[in-house]
């Protein structure tokens, strides 16, 4: 899109090998991430959000392929494993869902907190330390000194989730890309968390991209918006311009599915999303979400235009909702 | 953890006691050692001069309760052949077998941890099924044979080693292959479990969004991690190696327990059997019990509980 | 499927015709099971395709090597042993000994061990306690040893190896029957049986035993492999099967005083008993795969 994108995609696609057949988990979705901003991927479990940022930082599991047109992170192809290999942990770090599965549970949170700095930065075990401590400290978890020497299985789950974040930004990256980081955890601890993470993107101009199922958290912290379905991006957009005005039946949706403080009144039926995500193996013709899109018709079943506005940018048949 | 092994330590001395009775009884409800003892063709009288002079006479469960307080002693009686004592007899021979079951415990796990590691890494291709392949084999081969196919190849035919003795380092190369070679494809596919069990954890892909070393994340994440379960087996196997040893000592005379008790048998020297037998079993529970011991230890989950 | 669904299903084939395939597609387990097969023949007509009696000694016709060396003759494929006796009709009648071992004591130590491992799982508590103990006991003693002293004290003969061994080597059906049980155990149909009055014996051979036959043969498999290792390693050392029987084990003890000149005489029964032992392996492999596929991933 833009000059100054720091993560450009375009064209990615990641097939999985199944027992039933390909499985096409990203079907070619194009976005990029300019310098200190925060773009949310949202949608539903299985629509590829997941494999997309697994893609992007080549992490992908074996049976998974990956094409993309551009991979390119300020210019630099990552897509090359050698460039990638160089700066992931570095310059672009990632958060993942689980905290308490993501921690070697064998070795100290200092242990694990200081080696990626080490490996990049070539620092001294002192050095390493200082840095760990300060940003311990930083994400709020008070005695950082003495964490340092405890095991993973010895914090709570929203410590482990501080102490993930501090893990990506010890090497101070300029991209971090944080999967789904407060689904596991409870109701207020995401909150903080997700607090964390826009103060932290805020104070240190990291371009973040977080991956959530979650409207609501987009909404708070978003200020851009891709939204996927089925693998593709079916909408996509400043937040200002997703929430005030989506064209995408499936935005609307899962839109509809937010409660709003003061819109909503108690009692008051939220909207739901009839039947469930379509199967991924095989080929796939037409709109994805017509099967369960209110707005339906036979010409949902061939080829559905690109439409834009602007930055605006959605997949359907239908010009503006009716 | 320290209710943990005190636990672990009652059960291995009640298994230890265990044996004892078992091989103590075993041995002496199976034939008369006065006869044993007095040899083909003596006279009754001689025959009962030798049971009075042993302690025979008298009831078993006295003659156990005897032999277990004496063997609590570190007295382990006398050999019937050598006419010496059995504990001497028994500490002379063990240095050779504990080298022995060492070295082919070592050896089985430098083949079968790399083997292991590479077959779980390149899962599903030509690596893992050729790893897999030589366990099976591995495991076919009884060890008898594989022993004398080694003495066919590097005694006979290169000369490189010799047949049978103690005497220098080169007589323990043949028998530690021959003894380590059988445990290794049990070791390979544990650490081959455990390798892809681990690597597929979602710390290994935290390592790799480090962006750490292939290196560090498969040794330092993965192994790590994999290895612990081989420390209790490598406890277990060395028990079935120092037992295995009778076969292996006994083909290359090697001159340990192994071919000592093999002998004894052979001569009917029961005082001898029995004490390799009970050896080796507290050995094995002492073994276990260090290997739990180490296992919980290498878990920092219960150790730092 | 309708001609508007975005995504066509693919149709899965029945369980049964999975099963089928899976089993023949196994490439391990249809070349175990196949090896294993032709051996088994072999020992069943032993009497039929047994070129000689494989007692009668030629002691003008010694030491006669096989047919691939230059010296064989067709008279004698696999050659003579010392005492002039055919070697391939002494391995045909040997198949009957390792498979005799192999199955009887995998029969008597698989009653003790299932036995004990069922009563185990089911009851827990004290009777738990008792098998754990006297399972941990066995694994103490040294297995080889223990059958060498008692065979020397008895005296060695097939059926006193099959007795020794078969009361030696319960103690990996025991552990396994012990988890298998106690897992069948905490299933719903079992606390149905229960709950409908069943006696402890109709839930135990009626419900559980059924849900735990697949791993019980799975064991059972490795542990005739195993006993058939044993019992070549006992008559290898002369404290086994006594000749003149042709043990496979025996015969390798019997040829070692000639391997410099005759290793054949070594090779072969050393390579049959690899070769059966693998065929059991295989299919007790396979087997684990079929009853239990995430095992192996």
Known sequence: MSGGAILDVRHLKVDLATERGTLHAVRDISFSVEPGRTLCIVGESGCGKSMTSLAIMDLLPKSARRTAETLSFRGEDIGSPKVMGRLRGDRIAMIFQEPMTALNPAYTIGDQLCEAYRHHRKASAREAREKAIALLERVGIASAGDRLGQFPHQLSGGLRQRVMIAMALMCGPSLLIADEPTTALDVTIQAQILRLLAELQEELGIALVLITHDLGIVARIADDVAVMYAGQIVEQGKAGDIFGDPHHPYTRGLIDCIPQPGKTRPGERLGTIANTVPSLVGEMRGCAFRDRCPHARPVCAEDVPERRAGDHMWRCVLEALP | MLRFATRRLALALLVALTVSAISFFLLRLSGDIAIALAGEGARDIDIEAIRAQYGLDRPLLFQYGEWLLQVLGGDLGTSLFFRTSVGALVLDKLPVTLILGISSLLFALLISIPLGVLAAIYRNTWIDRLALSIAVVGQALPNFFFALILVMIFSIGLRWLPVSGSGSWQNFVMPTIALGYYVAPAFMRLVRAGMVEVLSADYIRTARAKGLSRRSVIVKHALRNAVVPVVSLSAVQLGYLLGGSVVIETIFALDGLGFLAYESITQKDFPVTQAVVMLLSVFYVLLTFVGDLVNAWLDPRIRVA | ?297
């Open chain 3, 1 to 297: 499927m309708t001609e508007s669904t975005a995504f066509a299903a693919v149709a899965m084939p029945s369980a049964g015709a999975r099963l089928r395939r899976r089993v023949f597609g196994h490439k391990s387990l249809v070349f175990g099971a196949s090896l294993l097969a032709v051996i088994v023949l072999v020992a069943l007509l032993a009497p039929l395709i047994a070129p000689y009696d494989p007692y009668a000694q030629n002691l003008l016709a010694r030491t006669q090597p096989p047919v691939w060396y230059e010296a064989g003759t067709w008279a004698h494929p696999l050659g003579t042993d010392n005492l002039g006796r055919d070697y391939l009709s002494r391995m045909i009648y040997g198949a009957r000994i390792s498979l005799v071992i192999g199955f009887s004591v995998m029969v008597i130590s698989g009653l003790i061990g299932t036995t004990m491992g069922l009563l185990a799982g089911y009851f827990g508590g004290t009777v738990d306690l008792v098998v754990t103990f006297l399972v941990t006991t066995r694994l103490a003693m040294p297995v080889i040893l223990v059958a060498l002293a008692i065979v020397a004290i008895l005296g060695g003969s097939l059926l006193v190896v099959v007795l020794v061994l078969g009361f030696l080597k319960w103690d990996r059906f025991a552990v396994v029957m012990r988890s298998a049980t106690q897992q069948v155990r905490s299933q719903d149909y079992v606390a149905a049986a229960q709950a409908a009055g069943a006696s402890t014996p109709r839930i135990l051979f009626g419900e559980v035993l059924p849900n735990v036959f697949a791993q019980l043969v799975v064991v059972a498999t490795l542990e005739a492999a195993s006993a058939i290792l044993l019992e070549a390693a006992l008559s290898f050392l002369g404290l086994g099967v006594q000749p003149p029987l042709p043990s496979w084990g025996l015969m390798i003890s019997e040829a070692k005083a000639y391997m410099f000149f005759s290793f054949w005489l070594i090779a072969i029964p050393g390579t049959a008993l690899a070769l059966l032992i693998l065929a059991i392996n295989l299919a007790g492999d396979g087997l684990r795969d079929i009853v239990a596929p995430e095992g192996r991933e």
